[in-house]
């Protein structure tokens, strides 16, 4: 996670609490790598010919040109483009700290009796993730937000901090994120939605392959020389996103560089929405 987040949960109906219920009590009894498709057939394929905007600090009306939007889960999917709908699924949300801590062993504790933090986002928690059994509770509560962005019209949702166990004082692992995931792609596909990988891009295949990710969403990953990782495991289905405080080199080399996903889009670190001051969107030119 590099980009900037304001999300609030949702409210779901009763109905897609009884459906998530059943999907991760069946997903929890699953041991060994999975052997379900990568997506639903309501779902389709991931549109890798379309310019994207990230908009998660407020969605507005796209510039020409754009064919998807990202939006939070709390916001209106756009009906004349695709929709990505953005989940925080290993942290939680400064509006719902107080709810999470009402079921603390939920929450990850550190050594010191206090619960192990963000230090990049000081008011969200580390989930614990550490058992079948927790993270099939995660994956209940968190699964009200990714049936509800099917509800709401999005076709296909993000699951950001996947790599929430390297900031976890060595207290979760690569495997348990993996495992964790697993259950929101069920989740996701269940209710036919595609799924995107956050970053992360140390995991290599095992999103495609271990948890089903359809797709990948990269922040910054011409800054940090990643985008030959994630298209060798993802292809053209795949989105970037630059922000203007810490480019390497100017955006017109980032679009020349052959490494450089089709999608990939300039933005402001906060990710303002277009009638705030400070707004920048750049996309390279098909």
């Known amino acids: 996670m590099r980009g900037s987040r304001r999300l609030v949960w949702?409210?779901?109906s009763l109905a897609s609490l009884s459906l998530i219920s059943s999907i991760v009590a069946c997903s929890a009894v699953i041991t060994e790598r999975p052997s379900f498709p990568r997506s639903t057939s309501a779902a389709g394929t991931f549109p890798s010919d379309r310019v994207f905007d990230y908009q998660l600090g407020g969605g507005y009306e796209p510039a020409d040109g754009v064919g998807g939007v990202a939006r939070d889960s709390t916001d209106?999917?756009?009906p004349d483009r695709y929709s990505l709908c953005y989940v925080n699924g290993f942290q939680s949300q400064p509006a719902e700290r107080e709810s999470w801590l009402a079921e603390p062993d939920l929450v990850l504790f550190g050594g010191d009796g206090g619960p192990v933090i963000d230090e990049n986002w000081p008011d969200e928690l580390i989930l614990d993730a550490s058992s079948d059994q927790?993270?099939?509770r995660i994956a209940a509560r968190i699964g009200e937000s990714i049936t509800h962005c099917a509800e709401a019209g999005f076709d296909a949702v993000e699951i950001d901090n996947l790599d929430s166990y390297t900031r976890s004082e060595g207290r979760l692992t690569q495997d348990d994120a993996i495992a964790l995931a697993r259950k929101y792609a069920v989740i996701a596909h269940t209710a036919g939605l595609l799924i995107g990988q956050k970053n992360a891009v140390e995991l290599g295949t095992r999103g495609r392959d271990e948890v089903g990710f359809d797709f990948a969403v990269a922040e910054e990953c011409h800054r940090y020389d990643e985008c030959g990782e994630y298209t060798e495991v993802y292809g053209a289905a795949m989105i970037d996103i630059e922000y203007t405080d810490n480019l390497r080199g100017s955006f017109a080399e980032v679009c020349d560089d052959a490494h450089t996903p089709f999608s990939t889009i300039l933005?402001?670190?906060?990710?303002v929405?277009?009638?705030h001051a400070g707004h920048v969107f750049e996309a390279c030119a098909p």
């Not at 933005?267 to 990710?271: C, E, I, M, P, Q």
């Open 10 to 12: 949702a409210v779901c």
């Open 76 to 78: 209106s999917a756009d």
């Open 134 to 136: 927790l993270r099939a």
């Open 267 to 271: 933005r402001d670190r906060d990710l």
């Open 273 to 275: 929405a277009a009638d």
